[in-house]
């Protein structure tokens, strides 16, 4: 397979995120953890599009028609409200295996949708919630740094968690198996996938796109997915970038062997030669032969472990 590289630029450029380290952890906002509960359910429906932060949308962008499909927007109860949420499936059937969709820091925009209906053109119910609508619009939002500080950093790892529980009831109510729930998640939406897999030991299957390893922790994230390799059970397919500035090997190493003195038959698997965002097709990041070979090994490790 032909890997390409990424592109580089400022980390300020919208078309570079991805490719120089940001401050996922802080925001550059020392004292987010105070206003956790400040603002609460501030998005009551999804923004349609591209998420504006996300910068001009690449010609390779997939656009996923709905045909045959039963797709659009949704109202999840969750505690204290609802939130906003998308879902996929086939417009024939019964008892559809559960895929949870996770997203990057911009929310359940147009990608994230298509995603849901490439899933559902599988046979899947996919449903992605809209884990960030507590604290703000990220959709709206045009300034990646904003998201990060006024949003990503005040949005607590219990409450995505807990949002994601809500995410399978709601898929239990329309008559999806939740007996067969897998999850996959991109970037921020990927590290989510191993805190979940710790959370819900009965989920089926994860898979971690770029999602990171370490240097997120805070009040409100009391545990990055380093500190909980050895006790995970759940199998757990991480796919990471070779040239990605977030997740230094190191890091990828320490992942790796706290895995290895767990039982979960997780693997890590790096991509060489690309950045971080392979998979996003409206992205400049986007590398297709990456892309599609992480499709074939997401559907497989699906299929492998029950979902």
């Not at 417009?91 to 949870?100: D, H, I």
């Not at 884990?131 to 949005?155: C, H, P, W, Y």
């Not at 897999?197 to 971690?208: D, E, F, N, S, Y």
């Not at 199998?235 to 003195?261: S, W």
Request: charged fraction near 20%; hydrophobic fraction near 40%; aromatic fraction near 8%.
């Amino acid at each position: 397979m032909a890997f390409r590289s990424g592109m580089s630029g400022d980390p300020m450029d919208t078309q570079a995120y991805g490719l120089m380290a940001l401050d996922h952890a802080t925001g550059d906002c020392p004292d987010a953890a105070s206003s956790v509960s400040r603002r609460r359910f501030l998005v009551k429906s999804l923004a349609s599009g591209f998420a504006l932060a996300a910068g001009p949308v690449m010609a390779e962008a997939i656009r996923t028609e709905s045909t045959g499909l039963m797709a659009g927007a949704i109202n999840i109860p969750v505690t204290g409200g609802h939130i906003p949420g998308y879902r996929a499936h086939p417009s024939t059937g019964k008892r559809f295996p559960v895929v949870l969709v996770i997203g990057e820091i911009f929310g359940v925009h147009e990608h994230i949708q298509d995603i849901c209906r490439r899933f559902a053109k599988r046979g899947y119910y996919a449903i992605a919630p809209e884990l960030f609508s507590r604290e703000g619009d990220v959709n709206r939002m045009t300034d990646i740094q904003t998201i990060l500080r006024d949003v990503v950093a005040k949005t607590p790892d219990a409450e995505v968690l807990s949002d994601l529980d809500a995410s399978v009831t709601f898929a239990a109510g329309e008559a999806a198996d939740v007996t067969r729930v897998g999850a996959v998640g991109y970037c921020w939406g990927g590290r989510i996938v191993w805190l979940y897999a710790a959370h819900r030991p009965t989920l089926k299957a994860g898979i971690a796109y770029y999602g990171l390893l370490n240097g997120m922790q805070s009040d409100i994230r009391p545990k990055d997915p380093i500190d909980l390799a050895d006790s995970i059970v759940v199998p757990v397919l991480g796919l990471y970038a070779g040239l990605d500035t977030f997740i230094p090997t190191d890091a990828i190493d320490r992942m790796n062997q706290g895995l290895k003195t767990g039982h979960s038959g997780s693997e890590l698997l790096v991509f060489p030669g690309v950045n971080h965002g392979f998979n996003a097709d409206y992205r400049a990041t986007y590398d297709p032969s990456a892309a599609s070979y992480a499709w074939t090994l997401t559907l497989g490790w699906l299929k492998d472990h029950g979902v």
